[in-house]
C-alpha cells in the first residue's frame, strides 16, 4: 500500500512533536524512520497506526484520505516497543487475538484461526511455543511472536517502533535478518523506528533522517542509505551519520 | 546460611540480641493492642455460654441490623467496585488537565471525617432541601433510610478500589491496550479481554478492603441512619445501642460476629496475596 503523509503537524498541549513533515512511501518498500530522541520519529509512526491524531495536515492510504480512519480501521500491524504482548495469554491466544477479535461475520472459524496460527509460528521459526506464556520467551522471541500477532490481522502495512531496541547486539543482527525476509515475503509496505544508523542503513530500501527542535521534529533528508551516506545534505545529517 | 562462619553476618542485619528486642517490642504491641482486645470480645460475648450468645442473635433487632449491614455493603460495594475501575481507568489510560485535582478528590473521604460525611449528606439529601423534600413526597425518603445509609457508606468507602488499581495500572502502561485496538477489538472488547484480566487481583484486594469498611463504617451512618431501631440501626449502630443499654452479651455477640466478618475478609485477603504476590507487588502501598 502506498502512504502520503502531507503536511503532518503535532503538537501535545504547547509542546511541539513535529513541525509540518511530508513524505511519500511506495507500495512494498522497508523504510527506516531514523533520528534521535525527541525528533518525533515515534510520533510520525503513531499517527500512521492511528494511535495518535494529527493537528494538521492528511494522511493518505492509496491516494484515499485516510486522516479520520480510527485505529481499528487502519489495520496497521503495529509492533510496539517493548512488544505489549498479552502477559496473561498464551503465545497461540496472542496471536489469535486479532482474529478473534473480528465482527462475527468476518471472523474465521476457531479451526481456521488455529491453522493461521500456526503457519505464523512456522513463518517466524518458532512452531513449538504455542503454549507458552511471554514471560517465558527470550527478548527475541517475544519480538518474534509480537510480528506474528501484528501479521495475524493481515494488516496493510507494517509499523514497527524500535523493534530491536530492547535486544542484545547477537540477537539483533539474526533478527534483521528476519524482519528483511518477513518483509520480503509479504510485500508489505514496511515502516521502523530508530535511533541506529547502523540498522537503519543496513535493512531500509529508503532512510529518512528526523532531528528534533524546540519547535518540534522535522524530516531532513529521505532517500536510499548509499545516496544519504554520500550526500548527506545537511549539517545534521552530516554530524548524525558521523557520530 | 547454615554451611557461613558463625560470626559472619549480612551488613544489613542487626545482632542477635537487638533483633530479639525488636521482635519482642513488635510481639507484645501486637498482644496489647490488637489480640486482646479480640479475646476480650469473644471472652465477653460467650461469657453466659453459647446458648445464650446464640439467643441475643436470633432478637429481630439484631437480625435486622445483620440483614440491613449485609444489603448495604451488597449495594455499595458492587457499585464503589465499578466506580472505582471507571476512575481508575480515566486517570490512568488518558491525559487531560486537572488530574491532579482528581485524584485529591478520590482521596478526600479518607482525610475528611466521616462524620462529616454523614452530616454532608443530610445538608444535601435531607428532607428540607430540594432533592430530599421530593423523594419524602414520592415515598422514598433518603435520609434515615437504606438510600442515605447506602450513600454514606459509598462515599467513605469510595477510594479503597480506586487507590488499589491506580499504581497497578499505571506500572502496567497502556500500550496492551494499545496493541489490543491496533488488532482490531473494540475499546470494550480492549478493557474486557486486556485490561481487566491485567488488574482483576488487585480489583479484588481494593473490594474486600472496601467491603470490610463498608461493613464496619459508624461514623457517617450514624449520622445519616436515625439510629431507628429494627430499621435504619446497621451493625456497628445496634452494637453500640446495645452496649450503652448494658446488655452486654448481645452487644459483645455482635461484635464477634462482625469481627469474624472481618476475619473472613482478612483470611481472603492473605490467602490472595500468598497465591498471587507478584501481581499484587505492585499494589502494596498500605
Known sequence: MHIEIDEISKSFGTTAALTPVSLAIPSGALVALLGPSGSGK?????????????TSGRVLFDGQDATGLT???RRAGFVFQSYALFRHMTVFDNIAYGLKARPRASRPPGAEIARRVTRLLDLIQL???GARYPSQLSGGQRQRVALARALAIEPRMLLLD???GALDAKVRKELRQGLRDIHDTTGLTTVFVTHDQDEAMELADLVVVMSGSTTGGKIE????PQDIRARPATAFVREFLGA | MSDAPATWRPATEETPLVR??????????LALLLFAPLVAVFYEALRKGWWQAIATLAKPEALSAIRLTVTVAAIAVPLNAVFGVAAAWFITKYDFRGKAVLLTLIDLPFS????????CVVLTFGANTWVGGLMVNAGYPIVFALPGIVLASMIVTFPFVARELIPVMVEQGRAEEEAALTLGASGWRT???VTLPNIRWALLYGVLLCNARAMGEFGAVAVVSGKIRGQTATMPITIEMLYNEYLSVAAFTLAAVLALLGFLTLGLKTFLEIRHADALAASRRH
Open chain 1, 127 to 129: 512452531p513449538d511455543i
Open chain 1, 71 to 73: 485505529v481499528q480501521q
Open chain 2, 20 to 29: 530479639r528486642l525488636l521482635i519482642a517490642a513488635v510481639l507484645v504491641v
Open chain 1, 42 to 54: 515515534t510520533t510520525l509512526l503513531r499517527i500512521l497506526g492511528g494511535l495518535e491524531y494529527p
Open chain 2, 112 to 119: 475528611v471525617s466521616p462524620v462529616v460525611v454523614g452530616l
Open chain 2, 191 to 193: 478493557f474486557r479481554t
Open chain 1, 162 to 164: 524500535e523493534p530491536f
Open chain 1, 221 to 224: 533528508q529521505i532517500g536510499k
